[in-house]
């Protein structure tokens, strides 16, 4: 891609994969189990996460001057988001790719 590092895209994979992963889960995992999964802190942390890793992935794949403020947001909320998936249980996959994109994020934020 024109003009992106190996970083960014190494960073723009990891935030479509968490993007994709957290709103599989929650539409199609954690509506299916219910309760906790489903409790509206935890339901709506996983919406804003999905979005927040799709609008860095677009400010990235555009090479906005503006995507480390992007990834700076995704690194809280993905953060927050494994945490929460975590303490609910059984979304260990949501877990792995929300600390991952994370992780890509504080590089690019940084």
């Known amino acids: 891609m024109h003009g992106i590092t190996p970083e960014m895209e ?9 993007h994709n992963i957290c709103l599989n889960m929650a539409t199609n995992h954690c509506l299916k189990i219910g309760g906790a ?9 996983m919406m804003d996460c999905a979005q ?3 609008a860095s992935a677009d400010f ?7 995507h ?7 690194v809280d909320v993905c953060t927050d988001c494994a945490n929460s998936c975590e303490n609910v249980g059984d979304m260990e ?3 792995v790719a929300c600390r991952k994109c994370a992780e890509s994020c504080r ?4």
Do not use: G
């Open 10 to 18: 190494r960073c723009i994979q990891n935030c479509q994969d968490c």
């Open 37 to 45: 999964h489903v409790e509206q802190n935890h339901f709506r942390l």
């Open 52 to 54: 927040i890793c799709q």
């Open 60 to 66: 990235m794949l555009r090479n906005s001057p503006h």
């Open 68 to 74: 480390t403020k992007t990834c700076a947001a995704c």
């Open 93 to 95: 996959k949501c877990v």
């Open 107 to 110: 590089q690019m934020a940084a």
